[in-house]
């Protein structure tokens, strides 16, 4: 079974460039969920998804970012203009049930310069 | 922000020996789960345990959590090298219009052999 899967794995970019991630959950998960990984603040849950319905996305650190979910079986999140502190290694996961165990994609390594 | 604090932050231990980390959390919740993550790759789920249970095994794995104390531990038994990894402890908030997964600071364990 293909598990998450999240594009690009690597990606470096300058300062106030757009920065496109995207995720394919598994197929028959209505939960999906960002998270972002770094040193200093761990993993911190950015957005959560419901049946492709946005239900909390309290950890989205700012207008820059922005998460969609056009259907069951893509998501994207969007960071515009990328800044430094946004250096960061971004996981998706997916879930058939909010309060069970997720199945987290392997990441995507975002460097900005 | 995060939930959980784990205790120890690192551990170094010989194969064959056991493996304990703590994890303490602040608020009420509904569930915790311990994950795992090799170097470089996403997070694994490792065993869920509901706030109404005390222990839970799994294999090697033995789990308790005591909701009094807002702490539960993970006790790895008869270590391999191959269990070298960092492992989180997340706590599940779950209810109206809140679906959270918070994840601890994590251990990062260490096996010679």
């Known amino acids: 079974d293909a598990g998450v899967i999240q594009s690009p794995r690597h990606e470096v970019t300058e300062m106030g460039q757009e920065v496109t991630l995207r995720c394919k959950p598994i197929s028959g998960h209505n939960s999906l969920f960002w998270y972002r990984q770094t040193m200093m603040r761990g993993l911190e849950l950015l957005i959560y998804f419901n049946n492709n319905v946005p239900i909390d996305d309290s950890g989205m650190p700012e207008d820059r970012f922005s998460a969609k979910m056009p259907n069951a079986s893509f998501s994207t999140l969007k960071i515009q203009p990328s800044e430094p502190r946004d250096s960061a290694v971004y996981f998706c996961?997916?879930?058939?049930?909010?309060?069970?165990?997720?199945?987290f994609g392997e990441g995507s390594r975002l460097t900005v310069l | 922000s995060q939930q959980g604090e784990e205790d120890p932050q690192a551990l170094s231990i010989q194969e064959g020996e056991n493996a304990t980390m703590n994890c303490s959390y602040k608020?009420?919740?509904?569930?915790l789960q311990w994950y795992r993550q090799n170097s470089g790759r996403g997070l694994v789920h490792l065993i869920l345990?509901?706030?109404?249970?005390r222990e839970k095994h799994s294999g090697r794995l033995r789990v308790t959590l005591d909701t009094s104390k807002k702490s539960s531990s993970l006790l790895i038994t008869a270590s391999r090298a191959a269990d070298t990894a960092s492992y989180f402890c997340?706590?599940?908030?779950?209810?109206?219009?809140?679906?959270?997964?918070?994840f601890g600071t994590g251990t990062l364990l260490a096996v010679q052999p």
């Open positions: 608020t009420s919740i509904n569930n």
């Open positions: 996961a997916s879930s058939p049930d909010p309060a069970g165990e997720l199945f």
């Open positions: 997340a706590t599940g908030v779950y209810g109206g219009a809140t679906n959270k997964l918070i």
């Open positions: 345990i509901r706030s109404n249970e």
